[in-house]
């Protein structure tokens, strides 16, 4: 039987090898043949000669005022020209060696002709006639165009496409349920996917991405909507029935007073604990706003229930980094702490897990490591994520087999727009804190060129002379590695040289062992070294408030909440601070960067600038943040559907047993597929 799961091999003309041309696509199944949409369309759209640019390739429509003429020239090369007219301008088209096209060309006739436009003659050399009198050949006017690689030409690629959807569409099923389908006047899901890749106009073009873009966030929506169900019946969460006198007595001998957004999130997260339901809690604010302490108050809230906590991040120096200030902040409690990472010893891996499992430790810090197999918590009861943006389904599986079905409070300092952070974590809930500690200077953001290096340097040992220190921070990008460590290295010689011998400089890099990094860092905190050169980005989670200049070489290799986070590294004490982003944008989109930089330091004015600009993909971190990836809908582009399709999916799961319902029965049956291939997870 015919299935859409059929393999590509079995469309007439696909051998061997156009399956393995295919497949370097990720084409494997008819299914993900029909459902490789084209990015864009070749514009075939009708234009006005003045808004058409030099060379452009363009479809003019017009009136035919000359006989078609061929004259044969060289050998058998031939040439076809005639004019239309367009309103008053009159335009030469010529056709080389396609004289057979004469027969088309009818004076006072209408025709539609591609071609290439050449400003300076008011000439098109034509390619194709599109259509001529009554004749439409509208299809064409909309080709589809996909993204290829080396192996599969566009054509190819179109002839395939064309076979599986004359062959296959009639078993595409529609499983929106058709009180949507009503209600929102969407396509039939068999049009809209042919529409998709071969539309008679744009409008139906449009037509079909607006029901496709719905239908996989729906699809998305109503996954998270399962998971929520799943976690809030099934699971129980825990109840964490802390000692509110010992809490509000830990809390009174912090070195300051909480501030009152700080206060209303610890309540907020406290609640969450007490209560029986599984806490899934988001707690945003902006860098220095003063997370770490609420880490600090919750888990010793955790402890003194008896629980254990986790606290995960990242990467290992920020693991190391959350592990000095708890130890700080708990050193006159008798909270037990340890850190985790990959780069722990054998030797004390095994104690560490020794004592998660029998109690003899309250907290845990480290890195993924800490939900892996082989790490077994005695009672654990609070997991506190920091910017890891999204716990996949995976990890939260991983997090209930480890028993008691932990509280998760996840901590991030990208200021995420509520809305989207609602819609794409699912049905998470959502603490701000809003305001900074009292007695912040705004920081002050410049931008300079390199050439202006000399003069950056000479201020900043003004700086420097009157006590204060410096960060240098040099992009590090993966596939060049050692490259930009060679640069790091390089400016860290040259810095050497610049303040010598009044400053030390010291050099942080990811190729160090955590010992060397650390040591590094406690000589930068204690003012032994005054100018840090680091490679590290997010990962300076290091709190020097004696540090008062933020120098970011390249700075238009970061986006704008890397540079954002860098910025909040400074400006922590009471002096006033600067960051300085040293670059040379090649590009609009980094000039506009450096700019917004200068002109505000509001976290969220900030995101929303940058979710503006580059696309939630690359805001998130890129793919490893778990924010999913969506086949034609865009997270920032089309949010009105993402939260219509939110909004559906909860009406849905609203509704007692809608699983048995007849009326979603193809829905039902979709979300057992998507929940198997583990879609979104
Ligand atoms: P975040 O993790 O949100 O970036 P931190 O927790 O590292 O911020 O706090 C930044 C700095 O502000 C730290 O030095 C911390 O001790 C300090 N801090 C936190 N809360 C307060 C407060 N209420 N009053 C004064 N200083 C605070
Ligand atoms: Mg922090």
């Known amino acids: 039987m015919k299935s859409l799961n059929d393999g590509v091999a079995v469309l007439a003309g696909v051998g061997p090898k156009k399956v393995e041309q295919l497949m370097s696509l990720g084409i494997e199944t008819i299914e993900e043949l029909i459902m490789y949409f084209p990015f864009r369309y070749n514009d075939f759209q009708l234009r006005q000669i003045e808004d058409i640019a030099d060379q452009e390739k363009v479809v003019l429509k017009g009136t035919v005022v000359t006989e078609a003429v061929v004259s044969h020239f060289g050998y058998k090369k031939n040439r076809l020209m005639f004019n239309i007219r367009q309103e008053h301008v009159v335009v030469k088209v010529t056709f080389f060696n396609q004289h057979f096209l004469q027969k088309q060309v009818h004076m006072g006739e209408e025709i539609s002709v591609y071609g290439k436009w050449d400003s300076k003659r008011q000439s098109l050399m034509g390619i194709k006639i599109l259509s001529s009198g009554a004749k439409e050949q509208s299809v064409d006017e909309f080709a589809p165009i996909y993204h290829v690689n080396k192996q599969v030409r566009q054509q190819t690629l179109v002839d395939i496409i064309a076979k599986g959807i004359e062959a296959y569409l009639p078993l595409v099923e529609d499983w929106l349920p058709d009180e949507l389908v009503e209600k929102y006047h969407f396509l039939d899901r068999q049009t809209a996917v042919k529409a998709m890749h071969f539309p008679q106009t744009m409008t139906e073009n449009q037509e079909a991405r607006r029901r496709m873009v719905f239908e996989e966030f729906f699809e998305f929506q109503m996954r998270m909507q399962q998971l929520k169900h799943q976690e809030k019946t099934t699971d129980m969460g825990t109840e ?23 206060k209303r999130v610890t309540n907020e997260i406290c ?7 599984h806490m899934h809690r ?10 770490t302490v609420i880490a600090a108050i919750v888990l010793y809230a955790a402890v003194t229930a008896g629980f254990q906590g986790a606290m995960m991040v990242p990467t290992e120096i920020l693991a190391e980094q959350h592990f000095l200030s708890l130890t700080e902040l708990f050193k006159d409690t008798d909270v037990r702490v340890a850190l985790l990472t990959g780069s722990t010893k054998a030797k004390e891996k095994r104690e560490i897990l020794a004592q998660l499992a029998n109690h003899e430790l309250d907290i845990i810090v480290g890195t993924h490591a800490l939900i892996q197999d082989g790490v077994d918590y005695h009672h654990l009861g609070l997991v506190i994520t920091d910017e890891q943006h999204r716990f996949g389904v995976k990890q939260r599986q991983a997090l209930r087999e480890k028993g008691n079905h932990p509280d998760v409070l996840f901590m991030t300092a990208t200021p995420i727009p509520r809305t989207l952070a609602i819609t794409a974590y699912g049905e998470m809930d959502v603490s701000v804190i809003d305001e900074l500690p009292a007695g912040r200077i705004p920081i002050t953001t410049r931008w300079v060129k390199p050439q202006q290096l000399k003069t950056v340097l000479d201020w900043s040992a003004k700086e420097l002379r009157q006590g204060h220190q410096v960060y240098v921070i040099c992009p590090l990008i993966e596939e060049s590695e050692s490259l930009d460590l060679k640069n790091a290295t390089e400016l860290y010689d040259t810095l050497r040289d610049y303040y010598a011998p009044d400053f030390e400089v010291g050099l942080l890099h990811g190729k160090m062992k955590p010992a060397e990094k650390d040591d590094i860092m406690t000589k930068f905190k204690d003012n032994e070294l005054q100018i840090l050169v680091s490679t590290t980005v997010i990962e300076v989670g290091v709190n020097v408030p004696n540090a008062t200049i933020m120098m970011i ?20 004490g009471s002096e006033a601070s600067y960051c300085i982003l040293v670059s040379n944008p090649k590009n609009d989109t980094g000039i506009e960067r450096m700019k917004i930089m200068t002109e505000t330091t509001d976290g969220f004015v900030l995101s929303q600038k940058d979710l503006e600009m580059r696309g939630p993909g690359e805001f998130f971190g890129a793919r490893q943040s778990g924010i ?33 319902k007849a009326a979603y029965q193809l829905l039902a049956q979709r979300m057992v597929e998507v929940e198997q291939t583990g879609k979104f997870d």
């Open 240 to 262: 964490i029935l802390y000692d509110n006198a010992r809490l509000k007595t830990f809390i009174e001998t912090l070195p300051f007073e909480l501030t009152s957004a700080q």
């Open 271 to 277: 609640r969450d604990m007490r209560s029986s339901l």
């Open 282 to 291: 988001l707690l945003q604010g902006d860098v220095g706003s003063g997370k």
């Open 553 to 572: 070489m390249d700075a238009e290799r970061f986006g704008l909440a890397q540079l954002h986070q860098l910025r909040g590294r400074v400006g922590r």
């Open 628 to 660: 999913p990836q969506f086949n034609v809908g865009d997270m920032v582009v089309d949010f009105d559907i993402l939260e219509t399709a939110r909004q559906e999916a909860s009406n849905i799961w609203e509704q007692y047993e809608w699983q048995i």
